[in-house]
């Protein structure tokens, strides 16, 4: 078996699995395990692969057919331009969230003070700390298995995030300049019918927003307000359907401001508002 045999026959078992992304991921797995490159395969790929590595890229494999999400066998996500780790139980970073730290990015001035909630492996804060000068970053999450990682990947890409263990905002008394979150907000209902991937391998608990998707909106709406600053602003990720919903929720509560923004596939994916001035 040669290399390049090895990675075809990879992304045809991957494909007959029903892995959208067979090539990529069979891809991506051999670079993982050999720490080789795609121009490897160009200059090495008719040379015969070690049979010791061959039974492992089999393994991994093995597991990616099973919907083992790629991301869990490499350990690794990639997310604006950094390299996190993940692991199984703390929700995996997506890419559609990489709108929601460019928009942040868009707001956030020098020497902000900043707070993630919900923080899950850390990549939005810590993407913003690297990517903006001297804020004051905190993250929080009820989930002491995602702090630990959130610090984990803080250290190694060296940002300085303060952690805070909390249920949204129970154990925050300090105020912001800035609140940012991806909360829950699949719909329950929804949660059976979601990819393997996500279903069986992201935890629950970083996906249930409620019969409608809006119970986390609902809490920030009523307790953001006392955690910002006057005229700070929120910013969160929202469903692709829900846009006007999670509006009529903010303006209901005081703020200001609440815009929706689309992300580069046309789906509402961000909204942003303020807390008044006077409040």
Not at 100 to 110: F, H, N, S, Y
Not at 187 to 207: C, F, I, N, S, T
Request: hydrophobic share 40%; net charge negative.
């Amino acid at each position: 078996m040669t290399w390049a045999e090895a990675v075809r026959k990879a992304g045809a078992r991957l494909k007959a699995a029903g892995i959208a992304d067979h090539e990529a991921d069979a891809l991506i797995l051999f670079m993982h395990l050999t720490g080789e490159n795609r121009t490897f395969l160009l200059t090495h790929g008719e040379e015969e692969m070690p049979g010791e590595q061959y039974a492992k890229y089999e393994e991994l494999t093995d597991r990616r057919v099973n919907h083992i999400p790629t991301q869990l066998l490499t350990g690794t996500q990639d997310f604006m331009g950094f390299e996190f780790e993940v692991e199984e139980g703390v929700l995996i970073p997506r890419l559609d969230t990489e709108f929601l730290v460019e928009e942040a990015l868009r707001e956030i001035p020098d020497g902000a003070k900043v707070l993630d909630i919900c923080c899950g492996s850390g990549c939005i804060i810590i993407s913003i700390a690297k990517l903006s000068n001297n804020i004051e970053a905190f993250a929080s999450d009820i989930s002491e298995q995602a702090l630990e990682l959130t610090r984990r990947n803080a250290e190694k890409l060296g940002a300085d995030i303060r952690l805070i263990r909390s249920d949204l905002f129970d154990s925050i008394d300090d105020k912001f300049d800035f609140i940012l979150s991806n909360p829950p907000y699949i719909r329950r209902g929804e949660l059976p019918q979601l990819m393997e991937e996500v279903r069986d391998h992201d935890p629950q608990l970083a996906l249930d927003g409620g019969e409608d998707g809006l119970d986390f909106y609902r809490r920030i709406a009523r307790e953001a307000a006392d955690r910002l600053n006057g005229g700070g602003m929120l910013i969160m990720e929202i469903g692709f359907d829900q846009g006007g919903a999670v509006r009529d929720i903010f303006e209901a509560a005081g703020y200001k401001n609440v815009e929706i923004f689309k992300d580069y596939s046309g789906n509402e994916r961000v909204v942003k508002c303020l807390k008044s001035w006077t409040t």
